[in-house]
């Protein structure tokens, strides 16, 4: 295992992330760089995990309120996206 506590952070992200007195904006970027490195399918469930272990810690962090909100919300349903049919009647 990497630097991390947890297999979902492996890069410790979210670890320092609470470790550091930081504004909202500054978890919303660190949330996002270790989104980028998480697989899609599965992302809530590595949040909801994360959340467990660390926003019982600190529950008025700002990380907490990303990691809720990530944890809670549902991929959107794959369904058409466009293409030049919609765009022409």
Known sequence: MG???FAADPRGL??????????PEDCR????DWALGQPADGLAEEAAELLA????RQPDH?????LRDAAS???PAPGRR???RSRHL
């Open 53 to 56: 272990h660390y926003g019982v």
């Open 3 to 5: 630097k991390g506590e």
């Open 29 to 32: 970027t660190i949330f996002l």
């Open 62 to 66: 700002p990380m907490t309120a990303i």
């Open 73 to 75: 919300s549902t991929p």
């Open 14 to 23: 979210i670890l320092e992330a609470y470790r550091m007195q930081i504004g």
């Open 82 to 84: 466009g293409g030049r």
